[in-house]
């Protein structure tokens, strides 16, 4: 049964510390994407990558957001120093495409809280 | 920014009823995706409508498209409690899915 896996689940660290969130995409996926959720903002699209390149990443905060995929078994967000208001369900989700965005598949998302 | 905006917020149902949501979007799109999230779990994709298409049928869901309002529904018939979830439309355009802020249904048993 093919899934997103994401790692890890829940996480609580302090300000100023460094978080990093690990996604392994279903195998053969060729796009993978980064989002966002909180209760005042909804679904946010932070950065996503189509055959390991980054294709768009204006929705995450250069200064302190960087997300990367090392291989394609592999996509990181990395967030340093983190801050409060980083706080939120991170989800990573994959998909199948040449040109058009079709079905996504999403991991269970990693719940970060930052104190 | 979000690029669609489902309507209403919030809906409450009796089991069996349908469920009629709506999604608003404000550019041109390749696709119209409805997405659905339980609570604490990820987003499970419902139905894909392309653009030129107006109407998609899958199981007992039902969307349609309307491009020149820019406007999809998604209708859910007889439901049931096991469909009370939060429900997300999703526009696909320029390779990047953009979703809305979610509509919470809940149906009572």
């Known amino acids: 049964d093919a899934r997103v896996t994401q790692t890890p689940r829940h996480k609580v660290t302090e300000m100023g510390q460094e978080v990093t969130m690990r996604c392994q995409p279903i195998?053969?996926?060729?796009?993978v994407f980064w989002y966002r959720q909180t209760m005042m903002q909804g679904l946010e699209l932070l950065a996503y990558?189509?055959?390991?390149?980054?294709?768009?990443d204006s929705g995450m905060p250069k200064d302190r957001f960087s997300a990367e995929m090392p291989d394609a078994t592999l996509a990181t967000l990395k967030i340093q120093p983190s801050e409060p208001r980083d706080s939120a369900v991170y989800f990573c989700?994959?998909?199948?495409?040449?040109?058009?965005?079709?079905?996504?598949?999403f991991g269970e998302g990693s719940r970060l809280t930052v104190l | 920014s979000q690029q669609g905006e489902e309507d209403p917020q919030a809906l409450s149902i009796q089991e069996g009823e349908n469920a009629t949501m709506n999604c608003s979007y404000k550019?041109?799109?390749?696709?119209l995706q409805w997405y659905r999230q339980n609570s604490g779990r990820g987003l499970v994709h419902l139905i894909l409508?392309?653009?030129?298409?107006r109407e998609k049928h899958s199981g007992r869901l039902r969307v349609t498209l309307d491009t020149s309002k820019k406007s999809s529904s998604l209708l859910i018939t007889a439901s049931r409690a096991a469909d009370t979830a939060s429900y997300f439309c999703?526009?696909?355009?320029?390779?990047?899915?953009?979703f809305g802020k979610g509509i919470t249904l809940s149906v009572r048993p």
């Open positions: 989700a994959s998909g199948s495409a040449d040109k058009n965005t079709g079905e996504l598949f």
């Open positions: 195998l053969g996926h060729n796009t």
């Open positions: 990558f189509r055959n390991r390149a980054p294709l768009d």
């Open positions: 550019t041109s799109i390749n696709n």
């Open positions: 409508i392309r653009s030129n298409e």
């Open positions: 999703a526009t696909g355009a320029n390779s990047k899915l953009t």
